[in-house]
């Protein structure tokens, strides 16, 4: 039987199937509502997907009831441990690393293992069982993400600098200095994507959405929530994950890499949660995601142009909430972030 997925967005996905078989069968479809919103729920419950409540609106698109289901939904199982498995795996170094600060989280990790010579060969995460509920759902690295499965994960690891050449900033000085090349690498890599002549590597473009996952542990709940969800935007805007075997090592990608481990270590170590510096960083990723969603619009790239769109428009909310950013910052404050040079104002101005 054929049949065609149409996702609208990342909120709804329909299925259209034909009910005539290629060898002229005609396939039954009595009762098919009932039995669809059974197979649904099921699919809802294997993958930890949020379930919207019942009622007709809720289910509708464009009433003003669907609209506020989806606003007020929170986040699946799945996404908190998306969430929770990507910043381990952006601020580890290596494979046992990643699995203490998974545990140290407060997840449980179960490690799949060859048996042909006892070897990891992937990896499991869940939430604890909750007294007298159901055991969570156990996802893999790959149900998670397609860059968290533990071949990437390793090929990540293995191109990182070594932790000894990329210490901690501890001092004021040192943490101004990574702030400014932290924000100058992402006004270069935003500025590239409006560049034709200098694309941007996707192993790259994936590097600047891990510093805003980083940058989220340098703010205040529920906004580190929402930037969370604003980086997987992101992720999924730039694609290019599934790739098989895996690229070779990107020097620049390795040294954002590095930048958003910094970034999220220091997010860990202080306690510092309104700080100039991260909201500058903000501006600059909505700009990025700005010149992101201005690419894929060009390349007829719809789907991800809007999760490129959506993850701007709320960064672009969340430094807004904030003020502007200071031209001229006080003494105490990190260095001042240049804004983006040539490509922003045109990329934004397309996006509208």
Same mark, same amino acid.
Do not use: K
């Given at each position: 039987m054929r049949w065609i997925a149409i996702a609208h967005g990342h909120a709804?996905?329909?299925?259209v199937a034909t009910l005539v078989r290629q060898d002229g069968r005609t396939e039954p479809a009595s009762d098919d509502r009932h039995r669809c919103a059974h197979a649904t729920r099921n699919l809802?419950?294997?993958?930890?997907?949020?379930?919207?409540?019942?009622?007709?609106?809720?289910?509708?698109?464009?009433?003003?009831?669907a609209a506020a289901t989806r606003r007020a939904a929170p986040p699946s199982a799945r996404e908190r441990l998306r969430r929770q498995v990507r910043l381990a795996a952006v601020v580890a170094t290596d494979e046992d690393d990643f699995v203490h600060r998974l545990r140290a989280a407060g997840l449980r990790v179960r490690l799949r293992r060859s048996r042909a010579d006892n070897g990891?060969?992937?990896?499991?995460?869940?939430?604890?069982?909750?007294?007298?509920?159901?055991?969570?759902?156990?996802?893999?690295g790959g149900q998670l993400a397609p860059d968290l499965t533990l071949t990437h994960l390793r090929a990540r690891w293995a191109q990182a600098?070594?932790?000894?050449?990329?210490?901690?900033?501890?001092?004021a000085e040192q943490r101004q200095h990574l702030w400014q090349e932290t924000a100058d690498a992402i006004t270069n890599a935003a500025d590239d994507l409006a560049r034709p002549a200098q694309p941007l590597s996707a192993q790259a473009a994936h590097a600047v959405a891990d510093i805003l996952t980083a940058t989220a542990i340098t703010v205040p709940q529920p906004q580190a929530h929402r930037l969370?969800?604003?980086a997987e935007l992101l992720h999924r805007a730039i694609?290019?994950?599934?790739?098989?075997?895996?690229?070779?090592?990107?020097?620049?990608?390795?040294? %954002?890499?590095?930048?958003?481990?910094?970034?999220?270590?220091?997010? /860990?170590?202080?306690?510092?949660? !309104?700080? $100039? *510096?991260? #909201?500058?960083?903000?501006?600059?990723?909505?700009?990025?995601?700005?010149? %992101?969603?201005a690419l894929r619009q060009s390349?007829?790239?719809?789907? /991800?142009?809007?999760?490129?769109? !959506?993850? $701007? *428009?709320? #960064?672009?909310?969340?430094?807004g909430r904030h003020g502007p950013p200071p031209a001229t910052p006080a003494p105490d404050q990190p260095l001042p972030v240049a804004p983006l040079r040539s490509a922003r104002p045109a990329a934004r101005s397309r996006s509208r």
């Amino acid at each position: 039987m054929r049949w065609i997925a149409i996702a609208h967005g990342h909120a709804r996905v329909d299925v259209v199937a034909t009910l005539v078989r290629q060898d002229g069968r005609t396939e039954p479809a009595s009762d098919d509502r009932h039995r669809c919103a059974h197979a649904t729920r099921n699919l809802e419950h294997r993958l930890g997907l949020a379930t919207p409540p019942p009622g007709p609106d809720t289910t509708t698109p464009g009433t003003p009831r669907a609209a506020a289901t989806r606003r007020a939904a929170p986040p699946s199982a799945r996404e908190r441990l998306r969430r929770q498995v990507r910043l381990a795996a952006v601020v580890a170094t290596d494979e046992d690393d990643f699995v203490h600060r998974l545990r140290a989280a407060g997840l449980r990790v179960r490690l799949r293992r060859s048996r042909a010579d006892n070897g990891v060969t992937g990896y499991a995460v869940s939430r604890p069982a909750l007294p007298g509920r159901d055991h969570p759902p156990w996802f893999g690295g790959g149900q998670l993400a397609p860059d968290l499965t533990l071949t990437h994960l390793r090929a990540r690891w293995a191109q990182a600098p070594r932790p000894s050449e990329t210490s901690t900033p501890t001092t004021a000085e040192q943490r101004q200095h990574l702030w400014q090349e932290t924000a100058d690498a992402i006004t270069n890599a935003a500025d590239d994507l409006a560049r034709p002549a200098q694309p941007l590597s996707a192993q790259a473009a994936h590097a600047v959405a891990d510093i805003l996952t980083a940058t989220a542990i340098t703010v205040p709940q529920p906004q580190a929530h929402r930037l969370a969800h604003a980086a997987e935007l992101l992720h999924r805007a730039i694609g290019g994950r599934r790739e098989t075997p895996l690229p070779a090592a990107d020097a620049r990608a390795v040294h %954002l890499r590095s930048l958003a481990r910094l970034v999220g270590l220091m997010g /860990q170590l202080s306690s510092d949660r !309104t700080g $100039a *510096a991260a #909201l500058q960083l903000l501006y600059l990723l909505a700009g990025f995601g700005d010149n %992101l969603a201005a690419l894929r619009q060009s390349q007829q790239r719809r789907s /991800q142009a809007a999760a490129a769109s !959506t993850a $701007a *428009a709320r #960064l672009h909310a969340s430094a807004g909430r904030h003020g502007p950013p200071p031209a001229t910052p006080a003494p105490d404050q990190p260095l001042p972030v240049a804004p983006l040079r040539s490509a922003r104002p045109a990329a934004r101005s397309r996006s509208r």
